[in-house]
């Protein structure tokens, strides 16, 4: 069974920054795509960031230029960096993965991924 485990999520002021870590039970690169979704209270999830094996990443328009992705950096963790962060990031942050081949049109949707984190809590105060 993969497991994924979330790390990094606090309470910040907006302009702060945060980093996001996801620890994988295997090597990620069993993993074909690994994402991070977002989901406020009272709003459906929402794909914030994908990133596949040769490590070309996908971004929702609303963090481009302001998140990015250390890759996968070690053998089994993830990292999302997070700068200027904006009250409306805030939301509990899953990671997400997926074996099988995904096409890149479809890496921010939840219901192409299979194993997912519990996830970590975003604060953003103005």
């Known amino acids: 069974q993969v497991q994924l485990v979330e790390s990094g999520g606090g309470s910040v002021q907006a302009g702060d920054s945060l980093r996001l870590t996801c620890a994988v039970s295997?090597?990620?690169?069993?993993?074909?795509?690994m994402a991070w979704f977002r989901q406020a209270p009272g709003k459906q999830r929402e794909g914030v960031a994908a990133i596949d094996i040769p490590g070309r990443a996908t971004f929702v328009d609303s963090v481009k230029g302001r998140f990015t992705f250390s890759k996968r950096n070690t053998k089994n963790t993830m990292t999302l960096q997070m700068d200027s962060l904006k009250p409306e990031d805030t939301a509990m942050y899953y990671c997400?993965?997926?074996?099988?081949?995904?096409?890149?049109?479809?890496?921010?949707?939840?219901?192409?991924?299979?194993?997912w984190g519990q996830g970590t809590q975003v604060t953003v105060s103005a």
């Open positions: 295997i090597d990620t690169h069993a993993m074909y795509y």
């Open positions: 997400a993965a997926v074996p099988g081949y995904v096409d890149e049109s479809r890496a921010l949707l939840p219901t192409e991924y299979r194993y």
